[in-house]
């Protein structure tokens, strides 16, 4: 019978594990992209609130949570 050491140097082993690595790199890439689009958002909040923005208007064209926006708008009033 095969042990786990001889299962890993097989073919069929070394591929799947390359393959593995591939979809761990790929997903990581696009958790990765997400994060920095959602950044990206939360930081534009409090620009367009001092632009005159609503909440609301805020929540719509940057189609975030109007509750998230609430509170990071709540936030910026706070450190003023």
């Known amino acids: 019978m095969f042990g786990f ?5 097989t073919k069929v082993y070394q591929e799947a594990r390359e ?3 591939t979809e761990g ?3 990581g890439k696009l958790e990765g992209k997400l994060e920095g689009k959602i950044e990206g958002k939360l930081e534009a909040v409090p620009l367009m609130l001092n632009l005159g923005a ?4 805020i929540a719509e064209s940057l189609n975030l949570d109007i ?3 609430r509170s990071i708008a709540a936030k910026v ?3 003023k």
């Open 67 to 69: 509750k998230l926006v």
């Open 77 to 79: 009033n706070t450190d």
């Open 19 to 21: 393959e593995g690595k």
């Open 54 to 57: 609503t909440v609301e208007q």
């Open 25 to 27: 790199k790929i997903e």
């Open 5 to 9: 050491s001889e299962l890993k140097q």
